[in-house]
């Protein structure tokens, strides 16, 4: 049976809560009371104290304005990931088309793959 919490009780829980990383659900608030702080209680005797629900919805908003913000100010981003990795397939598969290309040429002309294979030597550097 769950006992009354004391104002040192509500205190430590709303600091728990506050200090809390990862997703926020009253599951784990409840767990985390019963176990890092040795208070069990159920969800609905939890979620009735005001201290610990303001708490509990200020995390949870912290939480969502944090990963907004991430979201808004990270360019490197992209909008839609399933779009942007077809992209880079297309992209991929042209550059491959054009590797076979480029060989087949050279390969036509006589030049050996090896020659291909070294490092460019610009003309002014000898």
């Known amino acids: 049976m769950s006992k009354h919490l004391s104002d040192k009780d509500l205190a430590s829980i709303v600091d728990l809560i ?6 926020i659900t ?12 040795g208070f069990p209680h159920a969800k609905q005797s939890l979620m ?3 201290e ?3 708490a509990y919805h200020a995390k949870k908003s912290q939480r969502k304005d944090s990963a907004d913000q991430r ?6 981003l992209p909008k839609d990931v399933h779009e942007y990795i077809a992209k880079l397939e297309k992209q991929n598969a042209e550059l491959k088309e054009l590797v076979l290309t480029m060989t087949k040429n050279a390969n036509d002309q006589g030049v050996s793959i090896e020659w291909m294979e070294t490092p460019f030597t610009p003309p002014w550097r000898g």
Not at 27 to 37: A, C, F, H, S, Y
């Open 26 to 37: 009253w599951d784990r608030i409840k767990e985390k009371v019963g176990t890092d702080l």
């Open 18 to 23: 506050t200090r809390m990383r990862g997703k």
């Open 71 to 76: 979201k808004q100010t990270d360019p490197k």
């Open 52 to 54: 610990i629900k303001s």
């Open 48 to 50: 009735a104290y005001p």
